[in-house]
């Protein structure tokens, strides 16, 4: 039964915060753009296999029940920008000091 309540709460609250609709700032002083002036796809469909909302539920539980999210960003052709955005399961995630990794990806190109 606890196990049950828990999940209820962990649903709950990342439910509600991927509700919430997303704001943009750029530049130093933080001003707030338009979200439909961004040329970013991955905005509304971060991959193929997911919606925001499913994508922002499931980073809010993996930080809820594991204490961190961690995201893979894969870049476009040119790397330049951002193509897509990829979660990645806490329980086989780790984070090290190490610039280069023999295994894996590089720390550099992890965000949590």
């Not at 997911?50 to 922002?56: A, L, P, S």
């Not at 893979?72 to 995630?93: E, Y």
């Not at 023999?102 to 992890?110: E, L, Q």
Request: include cysteine.
């Amino acid at each position: 039964m606890r196990a049950a309540a828990v999940w209820r709460c962990i649903h709950l609250i990342a439910g509600s915060i991927a509700e919430c609709p997303i704001n943009i700032w750029e530049g130093k002083r933080g001003d707030k753009i338009d979200r439909k002036a961004v040329d970013a796809e991955w905005i509304d469909n971060p991959n193929p296999e997911v919606t925001w909302y499913e994508y922002v539920e499931t980073s809010m539980v993996h930080d809820l029940l594991w204490g961190n999210a961690y995201w893979l960003p894969v870049l476009s052709n040119g790397g330049d920008r951002i193509a897509q955005l990829w979660t990645l399961p806490p329980w086989q995630t780790f984070a090290s000091r190490e610039t280069s990794s023999s295994r894996g990806v590089p720390g550099a190109k992890v965000y949590h």
